[in-house]
């Protein structure tokens, strides 16, 4: 079994910052592509950012030059530096891990539960 969680929402101000955690324990072999999605209320769920197999960060536009993306393999981690924060980014946060769990799989995605960020004065 594969469990994904999420950790480091909160409220901040304006202009302030979060670093947002996402941890898988269990039977991981092998981590693919890791993805940081967001859902403001009222609204679809969007990616915001990923880091492919290789480290290879992408960003949308909404958050490019703010939020860095990175990771830690040894941790099974990875953590999304949010930087300049607005109220247009909150909403609720949310990772999603291809994972294999043999050597030999392919990666299955699997999805943390969700950590609220409100940016409010």
């Known amino acids: 079994q594969v469990q994904v969680v999420e950790s480091g929402g909160g409220t901040v101000q304006p202009g302030g910052s979060l670093n947002l955690s996402c941890t898988a324990s269990?039977?991981?072999?092998?981590?693919?592509?890791t993805i940081w999605y967001r859902q403001a209320p009222g609204k679809q769920r969007e990616s915001i950012a990923g880091?492919?197999?290789?480290?290879?960060?992408i960003y949308s536009n909404s958050v490019k030059g703010r939020f860095t993306i990175s990771r830690d393999t040894e941790k099974n981690a990875m953590y999304l530096q949010m930087n300049d924060l607005t109220p247009d980014d909150t909403a609720v946060y949310f990772c999603?891990?291809?994972?294999?769990?043999?050597?030999w799989g392919i990666g299955t995605d699997f999805w943390g539960q969700g950590t609220q960020v409100t940016v409010s004065a």
């Open positions: 880091m492919t197999v290789n480290g290879n960060p």
């Open positions: 269990g039977t991981v072999a092998k981590i693919y592509a």
């Open positions: 999603k891990m291809a994972i294999a769990t043999t050597n």
